[in-house]
């Protein structure tokens, strides 16, 4: 079920994380093809297309709500100049994909939800408590610094070079670059 989520839409590489070179979204409104300027509000959707999640642009005169089968969406603006400064992260939208993500079984989408864990594990917005086996698997018992809430990730055992591919996957598809 889609959400609401406002954030700023590009990503601060932090202290000690990986950087990519992850292509700009197209700057041009899916629904019109019209090329979105500087200081415009507009509208990113993320759908999942065939597995894959696939982020969308649109001019606010143009939206009419999230699409059909849109997983989440928020509004950003358009840079008014360029700046080698990147923005900090936006952890809620993090935690709202991540929370979203929860009890999918796709492998796909358990991959997502762990490296988005990882993600806000170093964003100290959630904390490890213990690591526990479940039915064959690894199951990270992870609480949120602010709520509370207890969250149960499954480590779907990754390689260093698989956990950089879907955080290259998680970038784009929330479309920081």
């Known amino acids: 079920m889609p959400g609401s989520l406002k954030g700023q839409d590009r990503l601060d590489s932090g202290q000690g994380m990986l950087d990519y070179q992850i292509q700009p979204n197209t700057r041009r409104c899916s629904a019109t093809g019209r090329e979105l300027k ?4 507009y509208f990113s959707v993320l759908l999942d297309e065939d597995g894959k999640f696939v982020r969308r642009d649109y001019s606010a005169e143009a939206w009419q709500g999230p699409p059909p089968g849109a997983f989440s969406f928020w509004l950003g603006r358009i ?7 990147r923005p900090p992260i936006d952890d809620e939208l993090l935690l709202e994909c991540f929370t979203r993500l929860d009890g999918e079984l796709e492998p796909r989408r358990v991959n997502f939800r762990f ?4 993600l806000l594990m170093r964003r100290k917005r959630l904390k490890l408590e213990e690591a526990v086996k479940e039915g064959g698997d690894e199951v990270l018992v992870m609480r949120c610094t602010r709520s509370g809430v207890e969250h149960r990730v499954v480590n779907p055992q990754l390689t260093d070079e698989q956990i950089a591919e879907v955080q290259e996957e998680v970038f784009q598809a ?3 670059d």
Do not use: Q
Not at 79 to 85: A, F, I, M, S, V
């Open 174 to 176: 929330l479309g920081w």
């Open 38 to 41: 500087a200081g415009e509000r």
């Open 115 to 118: 490296v988005l864990a990882l």
């Open 79 to 85: 840079p008014t100049g360029e700046t080698k400064k």
